[in-house]
């Protein structure tokens, strides 16, 4: 049983940053790939980074350079740290665990850029 609670979203003007934090709960958080996706709403929920168990990330590329995706194992966390934030981040972000082929959801959390 995996559960997963995100945290740290809010309201913040373009430019500005936030950083979101997803505990997880069980010890399969250090074998799994872990990713932040985000939904606006009309649109599909897209992946926005990842990391592997051994520290590999990708990024979508309209977030690359801007966004950094970290794990710590040690405490069953992942963080996104976005900076330079754009209108066009506005969406749920939903912290994802995965053991392909399963794929376990937070509630999500709101990011809304906005001046």
């Known amino acids: 049983q995996v559960q997963l609670v995100e945290s740290g979203g809010g309201l913040v003007q373009p430019g500005g940053s936030l950083r979101l934090s997803c505990a997880a709960s069980g010890s399969i958080f250090r074998i799994a790939t872990m990713g932040w996706y985000r939904q606006a709403p009309g649109n599909q929920r897209e992946l926005v980074a990842a990391i592997t168990s051994g520290g590999s990330t990708n990024y979508v590329d309209s977030v690359k350079g801007r966004f950094t995706i970290s794990r710590d194992n040690a405490k069953n966390t992942v963080h996104l740290q976005m900076n330079s934030l754009k209108p066009e981040d506005t969406a749920v972000y939903f912290c994802?665990?995965?053991?392909?082929?399963?794929?376990?959801w937070g509630q999500g959390t709101q990011v809304t850029v906005s001046s």
């Open positions: 994802n665990l995965r053991i392909a082929p399963v794929y376990y």
